[in-house]
């Protein structure tokens, strides 16, 4: 009986120690956070890493770019979008290589983020407005509200007669942070 319980301690622990250093690393981990501030008029989406004063605009939600194309306010898009921005960071992705995609989602125009490379959508940001070519203007939005700091890497894909404009980020690099990350 006591060996039992000698065995059951003892697999607790070698799970305990073989765990411990990757939790140790991850305090190494650049955290970011996102908030909706209003710069010059705009409300603005921006990144800020933990303890710093350095921010990095993302997003610009100016009125023109968004015109007709989305029922909410510039505010209330920048503050929508910032706190997924948010959840995203906090769930332990890997935001050293984000991209920001204009494309299409069951005939609708939408905006999303995307760790893993390629067109693919892993967290929508954004739906926009029925339009008659929801990829173009998708394309068009995300290209407008984007920083123009961050659209030095700019890819088109086309996958099964849809067009979609993604601009990689990285966020460590821009930042001076360090991009060693330990995360999902």
């Known amino acids: 009986m006591k060996t039992k319980y000698l065995s059951a301690l003892l697999v607790t622990g070698a799970i305990t120690l073989g765990t411990s250093p ?12 996102f ?5 010059e008029g705009v409300p603005t989406t921006v990144a800020q890493p933990v303890g710093s004063e350095e921010k990095l605009p993302i997003f610009h ?28 960071s906090a769930q332990g992705y890997d935001l050293s290589q984000i991209s920001f995609i204009g494309t299409e989602q069951a005939g609708l125009p939408v905006i999303c983020a995307n760790t893993a490379g390629g067109p693919e959508c ?3 940001l954004l739906t926009l ?3 008659e070519q929801p990829a173009i203007v998708a394309n068009d939005v995300v290209t407008a509200i984007l920083d123009q ?3 030095t890497d700019k890819e088109v894909y086309q996958d099964r007669g849809v067009q979609s404009t993604s601009y990689q980020v990285n966020f460590w690099q821009l930042l001076g942070l360090n991009t060693k990350f330990f995360g999902k």
Request: aromatic share 4%.
């Open 149 to 151: 700091s961050l659209q």
């Open 22 to 33: 990757a939790m140790a690393d991850s305090s190494d981990t650049p955290q970011l956070n």
């Open 61 to 88: 939600w100016n009125d023109e770019a968004l015109s007709l194309k989305s029922s909410s306010s510039p505010q209330q898009l920048c503050n929508s979008v910032s706190e997924k921005l948010e959840d995203y």
């Open 122 to 124: 892993s967290k929508v």
């Open 129 to 131: 407005g029925a339009a």
């Open 35 to 39: 908030s909706c501030q209003v710069t």
